[in-house]
């Protein structure tokens, strides 16, 4: 049972907006602002999409976004494209015992 | 242009010790912040933190996992090994090292390695 509680899967239309949550504790997501959250497509490794919540690397597309509201953050994605499908996973810092933590992951299907 | 890449055996016997390496370039280990960790992911399950070294010498580890791994780095050879002692079935699974700073955790990723534990 992984640490960060995912929606095992959602769906969304070409064009739609589609948010994955991402629960944790008051000890993880709660805590810190340090969630981040990877994409990875079949077969190779994930590749980071959002940090510190909120934060876009260089090159991810601002169709992407982050939020958090107490012990859930929150990805968001605009305008579905069929590239986007793939799974989700979330992290989290723990704290200097625990340290990093995922979630279970969501399968995106894009219709 | 950072890159790291995995490697070790793909297969190994239960209760033997697992010894993957991590060889990486375009970052130093000695910079201050910067780290590399291990993630394995069970072949379709989800993702799993399993170990973290700084440039410090800091090491971290999954409480859950703790007594069987060790995680070492030699900044001469840009590489960083970690030792999972005791292998068992539900360890296979895809290892990734992957680098990391404090605020933007894992945000490059080896190609990953499969390894299978079966007698």
């Known amino acids: 049972q992984s640490a960060l509680t995912q929606p095992a899967s959602v769906s969304g239309s070409p064009g739609q907006s589609i948010t994955i949550s991402c629960t944790g504790t008051?000890?993880?997501?709660?805590?810190?602002?340090?969630v981040s959250w990877y994409q990875q497509h079949p077969g190779k490794a994930p590749k980071l999409m959002i940090y510190?919540?909120?934060k876009r690397p260089s090159g991810v597309s601002n169709r992407f976004s982050g939020s958090k509201s107490g012990n859930t953050a929150s990805l968001t994605i605009s305008g579905l494209q069929a590239e986007d499908e793939a799974d989700y996973y979330c992290c989290s810092y723990a704290g200097s015992s625990t340290n990093w933590v995922f979630g279970g992951g969501t399968k995106l299907t894009v219709l | 242009q950072i890159t790291l890449k995995e490697s070790g055996p793909t297969l190994v016997k239960p209760t033997q010790t697992l010894t993957l390496t991590c060889t990486f370039s375009?970052?130093?280990?000695?910079?201050?912040?910067?780290?590399v960790g291990w993630i394995r992911q069970p072949p379709g399950k989800a993702l799993e933190w399993l170990a973290l070294?700084?440039?410090?010498?800091?090491?971290r580890y999954s409480p859950s996992l703790k007594s069987r791994l060790t995680i070492t780095k030699d900044t001469s050879k840009n590489q960083v090994v970690l030792t999972m002692t005791n292998m068992d079935p539900v360890d296979t699974a895809t290892y990734y090292c992957a680098h990391n700073t404090p605020k933007r955790p894992f945000d490059y990723w080896g190609q990953g390695t499969l390894v299978t534990v079966s007698s």
């Open positions: 510190e919540v909120s």
């Open positions: 375009g970052f130093s280990l000695s910079t201050s912040g910067v780290g």
């Open positions: 070294i700084y440039w410090n010498d800091d090491k």
């Open positions: 008051s000890s993880d997501v709660g805590s810190y602002n340090l």
